[in-house]
């Protein structure tokens, strides 16, 4: 009974290809992310989906797109994959934050897609 | 802009005695900090986190210190086990609904 489950684990394809990776949470929070961990294992925000709505979106590039059909998913497409979007790929969700606590609540990951453009 | 730094990439300990971790961040507007644990082939899972109103916070075998003033935060282990060899990593927020920077995490390796 994975919490937050992704695939594929791995996923490997040649440069100007369109991919995409699916995400799913059983835990019932109401908030999903996805996060790239590139070669220098720097772990960065690329976006953030709660009740359907993108609340983060940072500087990535438009060929990244989050989709979320509803609550529990948030899948990531990509078109013309580069060389440099290599990386490791992770998804995460959240609670909602509680009445009165005032910090954001901690991330739940999944597993991990690692991408390999080549 | 790394705003979270881990300085060390790996660690050494012998089972049984103290791990230290450590973590600098460099913007004094962080008020909440996590730490997370990470095998291979898996995501990072949520250890132990503090508030910038605390100083220290404990969870059996692993406690974190908030040194606000340094900026500077650190996980101990004690005693460490084989079973704590992970990657760990720090992450800091401030306020609600932003987004968590995370270190570059430190791989602790625990001998028998």
């Known amino acids: 009974d994975t919490a937050v489950s992704q695939t594929p684990k791995y996923l490997v394809t040649q440069m100007g290809n369109d991919k995409s990776i699916k995400c799913e949470q059983n835990?019932?929070?109401?908030?999903m992310y996805w996060y790239k961990q590139d070669s220098k294992k720097f772990l960065k925000i690329m976006f953030s989906y709660n009740n359907k709505e993108l609340i983060i979106n940072e500087t990535v590039p438009n060929r990244f797109s989050p989709k979320s059909p509803d609550k529990a998913h948030l899948n990531l497409h990509i078109n013309s994959l580069e060389l440099g979007d290599s990386a490791v790929y992770f998804c995460a969700s959240s609670q909602e934050q509680l009445r009165g606590w005032k910090y954001n609540p901690p991330l739940h990951f999944g597993n991990g897609t690692r991408l390999t453009v080549t | 802009d790394q705003q979270v730094k881990q300085n060390s990439p790996s660690l050494s300990v012998q089972e049984g005695r103290i791990s230290i971790l450590n973590c600098d961040y460099t913007?004094?507007?962080?008020?909440?900090f996590l730490w997370y644990k990470k095998y291979p082939a898996e995501g990072p899972t949520f250890l132990i986190s503090i508030s910038s109103i605390k100083d220290k916070n404990e969870d059996g075998r692993f406690t974190v210190f908030l040194n606000k003033s340094a900026k500077h935060l650190s996980l101990h282990i004690v005693p460490s086990q084989p079973g704590d060899s992970a990657v760990y990593f720090c992450?800091?927020?401030?306020?609600?609904?932003?987004?968590?920077?995370f270190g570059t995490g430190t791989s602790l390796t625990v001998i028998p």
């Open positions: 992450a800091a927020s401030r306020g609600t609904g932003n987004q968590f920077y």
């Open positions: 913007n004094s507007m962080f008020d909440y």
């Open positions: 835990l019932g929070h109401d908030t």
